[in-house]
C-alpha cells in the first residue's frame, strides 16, 4: 500500500515550484537566464525548504499558533526575521565559497551584499509565514465553526429529547384522568376508552424515535384522542375537520398537533358549561403547510395556564426549523381560540 504524500510538502513543492517558475520568466523575459541564475535558484530554493522547514517546526514547538492573535503577529514578525539573518548568513557563505559572482552586486560593498540577502530572504519567508498561517488561521476557524455546530446539534438533540419527555406524561395523565371518570359510570366506555388510549400510546411511543411523521399519522393519533375525550364529554364535544387530502403527507413532529388539542379541550371545552367545538384545519398557504386548531373560549383562559403546550410547540419549531416556521395564538370573534402553525412545506 502506497504511503500518501503529506499535504504540507505538497505545498512545499508547489509553492517552491511556483517560485522557480516565476523567477525563470522573468529571467528568460530580461536575458538574464544564464549560469549564475541557476546557481543561485539552487542555493536559494534548496535553503527556502530547509529553513522553512524549520521554522514550521520551531511555530509548533512554541505553539504560537495556539496563542491570542496579537501575540501570533508579534511572534510572525520575529520569527520569519531571525530565519531571515539565518538564511542570508548562509547564503552569503556558500556564495564565497563557491566563488559565485552576481552582477549586480560588482559594485556594492560587503555590508550591502549582507543586507540585500537579508532582505530578499525576508520578503520570501514573509509571504511563506504569510501563507502558512492564513492556512491555518482558515483551518483553525472552520474547525471551530464544525464544532459550533455539532455543539448546537447536540443541545437541539437534548432539547427535543427534554421536550418529548414532558409530552408524554402531560398527555398521559389528562387520558387516565379521562378514563378514571368512567370506570364505575360506564365499564363497557371504559374498556372502549383504555382501547383508544392503547393505540395511542403505541403512536407516542414510536414517535419517541424520529423528529417529524408524516400528517396522517399525526391527525390518526389525535382523532384516537378525540374519540376519547368525546366519551367523557359526550354531547358538550364537537369535531370537525377540514383536511386537504395533499397536505396528509406532509412531514410534522409528533405530538404536535395532539398537544395543541390537548390544550384547546383543557383551556376551551372544559371550562364552558354548554362545551364547544373543535376544528382542526390541514391546508397549504403560499410555501407552508397550515395547521389551524380552533376551539370555543376565550384566550384569557389559556394566557393564564401554565403554558407548557404553547411553550413546547414554539421551542420545537424553533429547535426543528429555525425562523422558517411560525406560531401563533390569537383570539377571533370574540367566542374563538385558534392555534396556528406554519411549517415549509417540504417536497
Same mark, same amino acid.
Given at each position: 500500500?502506497?504511503?500518501?504524500?503529506?499535504?504540507?510538502?505538497?505545498?512545499?513543492?508547489?509553492?517552491?515550484?511556483?517560485?522557480?517558475?516565476?523567477?525563470?520568466?522573468?529571467?528568460? *523575459?530580461?536575458d538574464r537566464f544564464n549560469d549564475?541564475?541557476?546557481?543561485?535558484?539552487?542555493?536559494?530554493?534548496?535553503?527556502?525548504?530547509?529553513?522553512?522547514?524549520?521554522?514550521?517546526?520551531?511555530?509548533? %514547538?512554541?505553539?504560537?499558533?495556539?496563542?491570542?492573535?496579537?501575540?501570533?503577529?508579534?511572534?510572525?514578525?520575529?520569527?520569519?526575521?531571525?530565519?531571515?539573518?539565518?538564511?542570508?548568513?548562509?547564503?552569503?557563505?556558500?556564495?564565497?565559497?563557491?566563488?559565485?559572482?552576481?552582477?549586480?552586486?560588482?559594485?556594492?560593498?560587503?555590508?550591502?551584499?549582507?543586507?540585500?540577502?537579508?532582505?530578499?530572504?525576508?520578503?520570501?519567508?514573509?509571504?511563506?509565514?504569510?501563507?502558512?498561517?492564513?492556512?491555518?488561521?482558515?483551518?483553525?476557524?472552520?474547525?471551530?465553526?464544525?464544532?459550533?455546530?455539532?455543539?448546537?446539534?447536540?443541545?437541539?438533540?437534548?432539547?427535543?429529547?427534554?421536550?418529548?419527555?414532558?409530552?408524554?406524561?402531560?398527555?398521559?395523565?389528562?387520558?387516565?384522568?379521562?378514563?378514571?371518570?368512567?370506570?364505575?359510570?360506564?365499564?363497557?366506555?371504559?374498556?372502549?376508552a383504555i382501547t383508544e388510549l392503547?393505540?395511542?400510546?403505541?403512536?407516542?411511543?414510536?414517535?419517541?424515535?424520529?423528529?417529524?411523521?408524516?400528517?396522517?399519522?399525526?391527525?390518526?393519533?389525535?382523532?384516537?384522542?378525540?374519540?376519547?375525550?368525546?366519551?367523557?364529554?359526550?354531547?358538550?364535544? %364537537?369535531?370537525?375537520?377540514?383536511?386537504?387530502?395533499?397536505?396528509?403527507?406532509?412531514?410534522?413532529?409528533?405530538?404536535?398537533? %395532539?398537544?395543541?388539542?390537548?390544550?384547546?379541550i383543557k383551556h376551551g371545552i372544559?371550562?364552558?358549561?354548554?362545551?364547544?367545538?373543535?376544528?382542526?384545519?390541514?391546508?397549504?398557504?403560499?410555501?407552508?403547510?397550515?395547521?389551524?386548531?380552533?376551539?370555543?373560549?376565550?384566550?384569557?383562559? *389559556?394566557?393564564?395556564?401554565?403554558?407548557?403546550?404553547?411553550?413546547?410547540?414554539?421551542?420545537?419549531?424553533?429547535?426543528?426549523?429555525?425562523?422558517?416556521?411560525?406560531?401563533?395564538?390569537?383570539?377571533?370573534?370574540?367566542?374563538?381560540?385558534?392555534?396556528?402553525?406554519?411549517?415549509?412545506?417540504?417536497?
Open positions: 500500500m502506497k504511503r500518501k504524500i503529506p499535504e504540507y510538502w505538497i505545498y512545499q513543492m508547489v509553492g517552491w515550484g511556483l517560485f522557480i517558475f516565476i523567477n525563470a520568466f522573468f529571467a528568460i *523575459t530580461f549564475e541564475f541557476v546557481e543561485m535558484q539552487i542555493i536559494f530554493v534548496g535553503l527556502g525548504i530547509v529553513f522553512s522547514h524549520i521554522m514550521r517546526h520551531s511555530i509548533k %514547538q512554541s505553539s504560537l499558533l495556539l496563542k491570542p492573535l496579537n501575540q501570533q503577529l508579534i511572534g510572525f514578525v520575529l520569527i520569519t526575521l531571525i530565519f531571515s539573518f539565518a538564511v542570508s548568513s548562509v547564503v552569503t557563505w556558500l556564495i564565497d565559497v563557491l566563488h559565485i559572482s552576481r552582477e549586480r552586486e560588482k559594485d556594492m560593498s560587503r555590508i550591502e551584499i549582507v543586507m540585500n540577502n537579508i532582505f530578499y530572504s525576508f520578503v520570501y519567508l514573509f509571504m511563506w509565514n504569510c501563507i502558512y498561517f492564513i492556512y491555518h488561521y482558515i483551518q483553525k476557524s472552520r474547525k471551530q465553526q464544525m464544532d459550533t455546530l455539532k455543539l448546537e446539534a447536540l443541545v437541539k438533540e437534548l432539547e427535543l429529547k427534554t421536550i418529548k419527555a414532558h409530552i408524554n406524561p402531560h398527555f398521559i395523565f389528562n387520558a387516565l384522568n379521562s378514563i378514571r371518570a368512567l370506570i364505575d359510570e360506564n365499564p363497557e366506555r371504559a374498556r372502549t392503547s393505540n395511542i400510546l403505541r403512536s407516542s411511543m414510536k414517535s419517541d424515535k424520529s423528529e417529524t411523521v408524516p400528517f396522517e399519522k399525526e391527525l390518526g393519533t389525535v382523532k384516537d384522542y378525540l374519540a376519547l375525550e368525546h366519551i367523557r364529554f359526550e354531547e358538550r364535544l %364537537q369535531v370537525e375537520y377540514k383536511i386537504d387530502e395533499d397536505t396528509l403527507d406532509q412531514p410534522v413532529p409528533p405530538m404536535m398537533l %395532539q398537544i395543541l388539542v390537548e390544550n384547546a372544559n371550562k364552558q358549561v354548554g362545551g364547544g367545538v373543535i376544528k382542526i384545519v390541514s391546508d397549504f398557504k403560499d410555501d407552508y403547510h397550515e395547521l389551524l386548531v380552533q376551539n370555543t373560549g376565550c384566550l384569557q383562559n *389559556t394566557a393564564n395556564s401554565d403554558g407548557f403546550g404553547l411553550a413546547s410547540t414554539q421551542n420545537r419549531l424553533q429547535l426543528m426549523f429555525g425562523e422558517k416556521a411560525h406560531f401563533q395564538i390569537n383570539e377571533i370573534n370574540g367566542n374563538t381560540v385558534e392555534a396556528k402553525i406554519q411549517i415549509p412545506v417540504m417536497g
